[in-house]
């Protein structure tokens, strides 16, 4: 079966830029996540979906960053402008339905640098 | 706030010898708590989960263990092997959302 799919995966642009990252979530499931790794901050939740509709963007950490998902087996996280706090490896997981009780499935992440 | 941390950021062991990974967490609504594995240049890979209603799970050669009254969970790994050498993770969740601690990296000497 194949897993969560992400791309790019890695990305290297100037401050500034627009970077949108892309996700292909496990078919079937229901739920979708975004993660941002570093070493300071360890691994934090973003926003996460249901059925297409975004749930909780609390961790969404300023008005540069927004998400979509325009059908169930596509998503995109946007960062417009970059800035170099913002680089950092981004995961998208997935869960089936029910995700309460169910793991969640990573990506192999984005890794992300701004310079 | 609540939070998930790990006791011991690195772990280092021999091969053959088992493992034992703590991870203490705060939030006493949590009712689902998973283990996660993870190699460099990858994402996070799910090991074992337990549920609150239980205080062992065993795996293939993994053991969750849950302290509910100490908010205490330990994550065993018989016989290590070089190939369990990674960053480990606990998460516990609420009502489908996890929140990840900081991570043990476990070495394996030969």
């Known amino acids: 079966d194949a897993g969560v799919i992400q791309s790019p995966r890695h990305e290297v642009t100037e401050m500034g830029q627009e970077v949108t990252l892309r996700c292909k979530p496990i078919?079937?499931?229901?739920?979708l996540f975004w993660y941002r790794q570093t070493m300071m901050r360890g691994l934090e939740l973003l926003i996460y979906?249901?059925?297409?509709?975004?749930?909780?963007d609390s961790g969404m950490p300023e008005d540069r960053f927004s998400a979509k998902m325009p059908n169930a087996s596509f998503s995109t996280l946007k960062i417009q402008p970059s800035e170099p706090r913002d680089s950092a490896v981004y995961f998208c997981?997935?869960?089936?339905?029910?995700?309460?009780?169910?793991?969640?499935?990573f990506g192999d992440g984005t890794r992300l640098s701004i310079l | 706030g609540e939070s998930v941390g790990l006791h011991l950021p690195t772990l280092s062991v021999q091969e053959g010898d088992n493992s034992i990974i703590n991870c203490a967490y705060s939030?006493?609504?949590?009712?689902?708590f998973i283990w996660y594995k993870q190699e460099s240049g990858k994402g996070p890979q799910f090991i074992i989960d337990?549920?609150?209603?239980?205080d062992k799970r065993q795996g293939q050669r993994v053991t969750v263990l849950l302290n509910k009254t100490v908010k205490h969970l330990s994550l065993q790994i018989a016989a290590t092997q070089p190939g369990d050498s990674a960053v480990y993770f606990c998460?516990?969740?609420?009502?489908?959302?996890?929140?990840f601690g900081d991570g043990t990296t476990l070495t394996v000497k030969p």
């Open positions: 997981a997935s869960s089936p339905q029910r995700a309460d009780y169910q793991p969640q499935h």
């Open positions: 078919s079937g499931h229901d739920y």
């Open positions: 979906f249901n059925n297409n509709v975004p749930i909780d």
């Open positions: 939030n006493s609504a949590s009712d689902y």
């Open positions: 337990i549920r609150s209603n239980m």
């Open positions: 998460a516990e969740a609420n009502a489908g959302k996890s929140t």
